[in-house]
C-alpha cells in the first residue's frame, strides 16, 4: 500500500503541499495499472461489461466540460475544439467527442498497448472516425509526447477522466499536462475524494459486495479530495484566475445512473474544472 509521507521532498514548495507525494518513481505509469487495465481490454466497449459506470458516467462529462465552456463565455466561436484525452483506455468519451460537430479533432493517449487496441478497433467500425483524421490514439503516457512550441498545437480541451487516482506521482503528472493546453482553454478532470464514505461506496460496497467493478480497481489511498487539487492550481502561474475553476460531485444510484450532486466532491465522485488564463 503507497505511503502518504510527511516530509516532502524533490518538488517545487508550492507543488508539496497541495498534493499528496507518494514514494515510486518519477514515471506517471504504474505497471501495476497498466496490467489491471490490459486485463479488462476486452470487454471495455460492453456497455454491461467491466466499464458499464464509465459509459453510464459519459453523459455526464460532455455536460460538465459545456459547463465549463459556457461559464466563460463561448470558446473560440469562430473554431472548432482541439481536445486531448490523457488516459483514455478504450476510448468511451473519445469517441464521443470525436463525433461532436463542435469538434475539430480529438487525441487519445494511453500507456495501455492492449486497451488502445480495443480503441482503435472500435474506431475503425464508424467511417467519420477512420477516414475524417478527427481521431487518433497513441500509445504514450503525457510525458512521452513532445511539448507544444506553438498556441497552434495546444489544446483547446485535456480531460484526464478517471486517470488521477490512478497515477503514482500526481503533481508532477498534472505539471506535465499543463503546457498542452491553449491560453483560455480548460483541463477537465474527475476523480474521488479520499473520505470514508468514499471507502465504503467505492471500495466495500462496489468492489466487494455489489461487484460493480474488478475488485483491486481502486486504491483508496491513492484518492485526491478537491481542495488539493484545487490549490494545486491556484499556486500555478497563469491558471485558475477570474473564477477559472468550476467542481461538481457526482452520485451513481442503482437503477437511476449517475446523477450531478452539487456539493458531493467533499465526498465521493467529482468532476473539477480548470482554465488557464487568457494571458
Known amino acids: 500500500m503507497p505511503i502518504r509521507l510527511t516530509v516532502f521532498c524533490g518538488l517545487p514548495r508550492r507543488l508539496r503541499k497541495h498534493l499528496p507525494i507518494r514514494r515510486y518513481s518519477t514515471s506517471s505509469v504504474n505497471p501495476t495499472e497498466v496490467s489491471h487495465f490490459n486485463a479488462l ?7 454491461y461489461g467491466s466499464s458499464r459506470l464509465l459509459h453510464l458516467m459519459n453523459p455526464l462529462r460532455h455536460e460538465f466540460i459545456s459547463s465549463c465552456l459556457s461559464s466563460q463565455g463561448t470558446l473560440y466561436p469562430s473554431e472548432k475544439l482541439r481536445y486531448l484525452d ?20 480529438v487525441t487519445g493517449v494511453d500507456p495501455s498497448i492492449e486497451v488502445l487496441k480495443v480503441a482503435r478497433e472500435h474506431a475503425r467500425q464508424d467511417p467519420l472516425l477512420h477516414c475524417s483524421g478527427r481521431l487518433q490514439y497513441f500509445n504514450k503516457s503525457i510525458e512521452d509526447l513532445p511539448t507544444p512550441k506553438a498556441i497552434e498545437e495546444q489544446y483547446d480541451v485535456l480531460t484526464l477522466f478517471e486517470v488521477i487516482e490512478h497515477i503514482n506521482q500526481p503533481a ?9 493546453v491553449k491560453p483560455g482553454g480548460w483541463l477537465v478532470l474527475s476523480t474521488i ?13 462496489a468492489e466487494d459486495v455489489v ?15 478537491q481542495v488539493e487539487i484545487s490549490r494545486f492550481f491556484h499556486g500555478q502561474k497563469g491558471w485558475a484566475g477570474d473564477g477559472g475553476v468550476k467542481t461538481m460531485g457526482c452520485l451513481y444510484v442503482p437503477g437511476f445512473g449517475w446523477k450531478m ?6 465526498w465521493g465522485n467529482y468532476f473539477l474544472g480548470v482554465r488557464r488564463d487568457s494571458s
Open 211 to 225: 461487484r460493480l467493478v474488478p475488485r483491486g480497481t481502486h486504491d483508496w489511498e491513492k484518492y485526491i479530495n
Open 193 to 205: 475524494a479520499r473520505t470514508w464514505t468514499s471507502w465504503f461506496t467505492t471500495k466495500l460496497i
Open 41 to 47: 481490454a476486452s470487454t471495455w466497449w460492453d456497455p
Open 261 to 266: 450532486v452539487s456539493g458531493g466532491e467533499k
Open 86 to 105: 490523457v488516459g483514455c483506455g478504450g476510448g468511451i468519451f473519445t469517441e464521443s467527442a470525436a463525433r461532436l460537430s463542435s469538434t475539430a479533432s
Open 172 to 180: 508532477p503528472f498534472l505539471t506535465s499536462c499543463l503546457p498542452f
